[in-house]
C-alpha cells in the first residue's frame, strides 16, 4: 500500500471510529467519494475523487447547511465541477504520514507529557464540544501539564491517527505541539504501530516535517457557495 492510500484509509477509519458513539453519524463510502455526516458540523467532510460522484455527496449532506468537500488540489476536474455547482474554494490542507521506525523519539523527556489525560480537555483546547471525541475505541489524549497543548490519537489498524493538535495562544511559539507529538509518536511505537498520519494547515506543515511526517498529497476543501 503506497504512503497515500495508507493514510486515506486511516482518515476515513478514523471517521468512522468516531462516529460509532452517535447514533445519527453516518460515514459512507460511495464510488468516487467518502463522506462523513455528524450532528456536529466541524465533522461534516467528505471526499470526492470522481466528478460524478457529487449529486451523491450533495444527498448525504441535504439539509446540513455546513460541510465540506475536499478534492485533490492538482485536480481539475474535480475543480471545475465544483464550481459550477456553486461550490468555494476554502482552506487547503497537507495530507501527511510518518514511518515510525525512521525518526527519533526516544528522547522526549519524562513528565514533560501527561498521556490518557481526558479528552474533553484537548476538545475544549480546539474550541469544540467534548463529545466529539467522547466514547471513541482506543482513543488516547495527550497534553503537556499545564493543559497549554494537546492532541488526540485514535488507532486504526497499524496506524496511528493524529488530530486536534492545538496549542493555546499564550503558549505558542514554544515548541510544546512538537513535544507533545513526538512523546505521542514515541507510544505509538511502542504499542506496535507501523506509521502514524494527520492533516496539517500550512502554518503547521512544517512543525510536523521536522517531527518526521511527510507529505502525501494536497486537499483543497471547498464549501458551499452561500453569499448573496
Not at 468512522?16 to 453516518?26: F, I, K, L, N, W
Not at 525512521?102 to 513528565?111: F, Q, W
Amino acid at each position: 500500500m503506497d504512503d497515500f492510500r495508507r493514510y486515506f484509509a486511516s482518515l476515513v477509519g478514523s471517521w468512522e471510529a468516531a462516529a460509532v458513539p452517535h447514533a445519527d453519524a453516518v460515514v459512507i463510502r460511495g464510488d468516487g467519494f467518502v463522506a462523513a455526516r455528524f450532528p456536529f458540523p466541524v465533522l461534516n467532510n467528505a471526499v470526492l475523487s470522481r466528478p460524478a460522484a457529487l449529486p451523491e455527496i450533495n444527498d448525504v449532506y441535504a439539509g446540513v447547511d455546513d460541510y465540506a468537500v475536499w478534492s485533490e488540489l492538482a485536480d481539475r476536474r474535480l475543480a471545475a465541477t465544483l464550481e459550477a455547482a456553486g461550490f468555494r474554494r476554502d482552506v487547503t490542507t497537507r495530507p501527511m504520514l510518518c514511518r515510525l521506525a525512521d525518526v527519533e523519539l526516544d528522547d522526549v523527556e519524562p513528565g514533560s507529557v501527561l498521556a490518557d489525560v481526558d479528552p474533553g480537555v484537548v476538545a475544549e483546547l480546539n474550541g469544540v464540544t467534548a463529545e466529539l471525541v467522547t466514547g471513541v475505541r482506543g482513543l488516547r489524549a495527550y497534553a503537556t501539564p499545564g493543559l497549554e497543548c494537546g492532541l488526540i490519537v485514535i488507532p486504526v489498524g497499524t496506524d496511528a491517527n493524529v488530530s486536534y493538535v492545538t496549542t493555546r495562544p499564550d503558549a505558542r511559539r514554544r515548541g510544546l505541539a512538537t513535544l507533545v507529538t513526538r512523546a505521542a509518536l514515541r507510544d505509538a511505537r511502542a504499542a506496535g504501530f507501523v506509521t502514524a498520519s494527520l492533516q496539517a494547515t500550512p502554518m503547521a506543515e512544517s512543525v510536523y516535517r521536522r517531527v518526521g511526517f511527510h507529505p502525501v498529497g494536497h486537499w483543497q476543501e471547498w464549501v458551499p457557495d452561500r453569499r448573496p
